[in-house]
C-alpha cells in the first residue's frame, strides 16, 4: 500500500513537472497596433515591445493605419482580431469609438491592454463600472501632468504674461486632451497669461504651421505655443521659423523626434517634453504574458518624462530620450 503511494506521488509530480514544461513552451503570439505605423513614437514603442517578446519567446505583430484616426484603425484591429492573437496592445485613437470594436476583442478571449492612449473617460480599468473596463492594463505617460510642465515652462519663458495657445490633433484623443487640461489647469496660476483658442491640425504639420501664422496675424503679441504632440510641435515650430519669430514666440513641445535637439540648440524650440515610447512598448509585452500565465498584472503604469531644454541638450539623458524615426 505504502509503495502505491509513494508511486502514485511520483506519477503526479512527474505529469506536474511535463504540464509546467509545456506552459513554459507556449509561444504567445500578441499583435501591437500603434496610433499610425510612420509617427517615431510608435516606432520606438515597436522596437521596445520587440525587444521583449525576443526575450520572452514570444511572437509580436506590429499593424496599424496610415492616419492616426478610427477610420483606418479599426479595420486593422478587425483584422488583427481574425488572426486570433493571444494579447492585443492597441493605442485606442478615440476615447469612444474604439470601446464597441475592442470589446468584440475581449467576447473573442483576448487579453487587451491600451498603451500610450485609453478607452473610456479616465483609462481607470477592471473597476467593474461602466463599459470600457475591460482592458487589463493602461501602460503610458502622465498626460495630465505633461500639460502641467509644458504650461509651467511656457510661463517662466514668457515671463508670466502674454497670449498663449494650444496647438493640438483633434478632441476624444485621450493623452492629447489630458495634456490640453493640465495644460489650462496650470495656467490659471499665471494671471498675466491669457490662453488663445485651442487650434486643432488632425495630426498634420503643414496645418499646424498655418495655423500659427493665421494666429499670429489676429495676436501680432502672440507669446507662446504649445505643441501638444510630436506633428502639433513640429508644425508651431516652422510657423515660429517662417514667421521670422524665432525666440520672440516660445515653444513648448511634446515628444522628441530626431530634429528636436536642433531646434533647441537653434532657439526655435524652448523645451521638449520626451515620452519613453519604448517602456510603454516593453512594460505592455511583459504584462500581456505576465496575464497570459495567469499572474494578476497592475491595471496602470506610468512610464514618465525626460525633459530637455538648452541646459541639458547634449547630455546622455537627452540623446538616449530621442525617438527612432526607422
Ligand atoms: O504624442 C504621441 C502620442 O502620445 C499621442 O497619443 C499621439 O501623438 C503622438 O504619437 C506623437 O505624434
Not at 483584422?79 to 464597441?100: E, G, M, W
Not at 538648452?310 to 546622455?316: E, L, P, Y
Request: glycine share 10%.
Amino acid at each position: 500500500m505504502r509503495k502505491w503511494i509513494v508511486s502514485a506521488g511520483l506519477l503526479v509530480m512527474v505529469v506536474m513537472g511535463v504540464m509546467f514544461a509545456l506552459a513554459q513552451q507556449k509561444k504567445y503570439t500578441i499583435a501591437l497596433i500603434p496610433g499610425l505605423t510612420t509617427d517615431g513614437f510608435y516606432i520606438t514603442m515597436h522596437k521596445g515591445a520587440e525587444a521583449e517578446a525576443q526575450k520572452l519567446g514570444a511572437t509580436l505583430i506590429f499593424q496599424g493605419g496610415p492616419e492616426f484616426s478610427p477610420t483606418t484603425q479599426i479595420p486593422v484591429l478587425n483584422a488583427i482580431i481574425a488572426r486570433k492573437p493571444d494579447a492585443i496592445l492597441i493605442a485606442p485613437t478615440d476615447k469612444q469609438q474604439l470601446i464597441a470594436p475592442l470589446k468584440k476583442a475581449f467576447d473573442a478571449g483576448i487579453k487587451i491592454i491600451t498603451v500610450d492612449t485609453f478607452i473610456g473617460d479616465n483609462g481607470m480599468y477592471q473597476t467593474g463600472k461602466g463599459n470600457a473596463d475591460f482592458p487589463l492594463s493602461y501602460v503610458a505617460s502622465d498626460n495630465v501632468q505633461g500639460g502641467r510642465i509644458a504650461a509651467d515652462s511656457l510661463a517662466k519663458a514668457i515671463g508670466g504674461k502674454g497670449k498663449v495657445y494650444v496647438s493640438n490633433v483633434k478632441p476624444g484623443i485621450s493623452t492629447t486632451d489630458q495634456r490640453e487640461q493640465g495644460f489650462k489647469e496650470e495656467m490659471k496660476k499665471y494671471p498675466g497669461i491669457s490662453v488663445l483658442q485651442t487650434q486643432y491640425n488632425d495630426d498634420d504639420a503643414n496645418k499646424a504651421a498655418s495655423q500659427l501664422a493665421a494666429v499670429l496675424a489676429r495676436n501680432p503679441d502672440l507669446k507662446g505655443v504649445f505643441g501638444a504632440n510630436l506633428f502639433s510641435a513640429e508644425g508651431a515650430a516652422t510657423g515660429v521659423k517662417t514667421a521670422g519669430k524665432r525666440g520672440a514666440i516660445k515653444v513648448a513641445a511634446f515628444d522628441c523626434p530626431e530634429s528636436i535637439i536642433n531646434d533647441i540648440k537653434g532657439g526655435t524650440i524652448d523645451l521638449a517634453i520626451c515620452q519613453h515610447p519604448a517602456d510603454m512598448g516593453r512594460i505592455g509585452v511583459q504584462y500581456a504574458v505576465d496575464a497570459l500565465n495567469g499572474k494578476k498584472i497592475p491595471t496602470r503604469y506610468g512610464t514618465g518624462y525626460t525633459v530637455i531644454d538648452k541646459a541639458n541638450a547634449d547630455s546622455a539623458a537627452a540623446k538616449a530620450a530621442i525617438y527612432s524615426s526607422k
